[in-house]
């Protein structure tokens, strides 16, 4: 089954910081819009396809064309996002999170980790490979700070070519000084770092992967912010096998770590060889040129779709004909 944990943090206020919308009024639609894209085929809140700033579409795109391909079952979660999506979900919060240099991020992480947790163990007992998505602009810098507080020193991801890292820098020294921590301060507990800096889809994703691992084979689809939700798992003692599917454009990504920050923390690493370099549209092959990159679980989703015994070629002609119907 391939989930989509769904969430928003204040954080995708601050100007500049995400680029998982065209700007920061359009980004609230964002995460329905990925949602009902992946699940229907269409948006139906908004009738914009999420874009960047520049007009790059949404990997909801990618995953939607694995989807259809491969008729894998998709199941929608919602842990707090400021709109819910027009599809059908299972909802374990409704509350955003917070811009921890506002107040705490997540007060609620432990109740959505442990309802998680459930709602993985029962997951586990129908289904025997578990792929769990995002949708959560700004959740690369909570994915940061996370990282940060639990004593990783690395850089993360971004929606964008020129990944804005001073100024997610900068928010960590900031929340090093409200809250007195610093690099590895709360290292001895993975959710209350979460609890303080990190976002809602930290805590589910986390939470269903440990429900889920004694029954099932998990595999986070994403990037850095995958690797987060690795390290709260790590340090709150799980030892066996975390696996990442992503990309080749977050692998590659020279503005980021993820290689070396994957290896730290011990995680296997699927990544997927997506080609979008001869698409028609300058919307795709531009993510050749480090635009968007991942998300909305678009690498696993093509991982579990090639899996499944699909070529890639034939997932990349999907994405083009869907990516073509949905402008026209
Ligand atoms: C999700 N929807 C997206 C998108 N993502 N639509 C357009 N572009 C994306 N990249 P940042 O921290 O820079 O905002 O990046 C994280 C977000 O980008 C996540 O929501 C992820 O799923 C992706």
Redesign the pocket.
């Given at each position: 089954m391939f989930l989509l944990c769904i969430a928003n943090t204040e954080l995708?206020k601050i100007p500049s910081l995400?680029?998982?919308?065209e700007n920061v009024e359009a980004i609230k639609y964002?995460v329905p819009s990925?949602a009902e894209l992946v699940y229907w085929g269409k948006c139906l809140t908004s009738s914009f396809l999420?874009?960047?700033p520049e007009g790059h579409p949404?990997?909801?795109i990618l995953t939607r064309a694995a989807y259809e391909e491969a008729q894998f079952p998709v199941m929608v979660v919602r842990t707090g996002s400021f709109i819910p999506p027009a599809c059908p979900y299972v909802e374990i919060s409704s509350t955003p999170g917070a811009n921890p240099l506002e107040r705490p991020a997540v007060i609620e992480a432990k109740r959505i980790y442990s309802w998680a947790k459930t709602l993985g163990h029962n997951i586990s007992a129908i289904e025997p490979l578990v792929v769990i998505g995002?949708?959560?602009?700004?959740?690369?810098?909570s994915a940061f700070l996370v990282l940060k507080a639990l004593g990783y020193d690395g850089m993360v991801s971004?929606?964008?070519p020129k990944n804005p890292t001073n100024l997610k820098v900068e928010i960590w020294k900031k929340c090093c000084e409200v809250y007195g921590i610093s690099e590895g301060s709360l290292r001895h507990k993975g959710l209350d770092a979460l609890s303080l800096l990190g976002d809602p889809m930290q805590a589910a994703v986390a939470g269903i992967a440990m429900g889920s691992f004694n029954r099932s084979r998990v595999v986070l689809a994403g990037g850095t912010?995958m690797l987060a939700v690795a390290a709260i798992l790590r340090h709150e003692g799980y030892n066996g096998e975390i696996e990442i599917a992503t990309t080749k454009y977050v692998a590659t990504d020279k503005t980021a770590n993820f290689a070396d920050l994957a290896e730290s923390l011990g995680i296997k690493i699927h990544v997927v060889p997506v080609d979008l370099s001869r698409s028609a549209f300058k919307g795709l092959s531009d993510y050749e040129r480090g635009y968007?990159?991942?998300?909305?679980g678009a690498g696993g989703a093509l991982w579990y779709a090639t899996y499944l015994g699909l070529s890639l070629d034939r997932l990349t002609d999907k994405i083009e004909k869907l990516y073509d119907n949905l402008i026209k």
């Amino acid at each position: 089954m391939f989930l989509l944990c769904i969430a928003n943090t204040e954080l995708s206020k601050i100007p500049s910081l995400s680029a998982a919308g065209e700007n920061v009024e359009a980004i609230k639609y964002t995460v329905p819009s990925d949602a009902e894209l992946v699940y229907w085929g269409k948006c139906l809140t908004s009738s914009f396809l999420p874009v960047d700033p520049e007009g790059h579409p949404t990997p909801a795109i990618l995953t939607r064309a694995a989807y259809e391909e491969a008729q894998f079952p998709v199941m929608v979660v919602r842990t707090g996002s400021f709109i819910p999506p027009a599809c059908p979900y299972v909802e374990i919060s409704s509350t955003p999170g917070a811009n921890p240099l506002e107040r705490p991020a997540v007060i609620e992480a432990k109740r959505i980790y442990s309802w998680a947790k459930t709602l993985g163990h029962n997951i586990s007992a129908i289904e025997p490979l578990v792929v769990i998505g995002e949708s959560i602009p700004g959740g690369t810098t909570s994915a940061f700070l996370v990282l940060k507080a639990l004593g990783y020193d690395g850089m993360v991801s971004s929606a964008s070519p020129k990944n804005p890292t001073n100024l997610k820098v900068e928010i960590w020294k900031k929340c090093c000084e409200v809250y007195g921590i610093s690099e590895g301060s709360l290292r001895h507990k993975g959710l209350d770092a979460l609890s303080l800096l990190g976002d809602p889809m930290q805590a589910a994703v986390a939470g269903i992967a440990m429900g889920s691992f004694n029954r099932s084979r998990v595999v986070l689809a994403g990037g850095t912010q995958m690797l987060a939700v690795a390290a709260i798992l790590r340090h709150e003692g799980y030892n066996g096998e975390i696996e990442i599917a992503t990309t080749k454009y977050v692998a590659t990504d020279k503005t980021a770590n993820f290689a070396d920050l994957a290896e730290s923390l011990g995680i296997k690493i699927h990544v997927v060889p997506v080609d979008l370099s001869r698409s028609a549209f300058k919307g795709l092959s531009d993510y050749e040129r480090g635009y968007v990159k991942e998300g909305v679980g678009a690498g696993g989703a093509l991982w579990y779709a090639t899996y499944l015994g699909l070529s890639l070629d034939r997932l990349t002609d999907k994405i083009e004909k869907l990516y073509d119907n949905l402008i026209k």
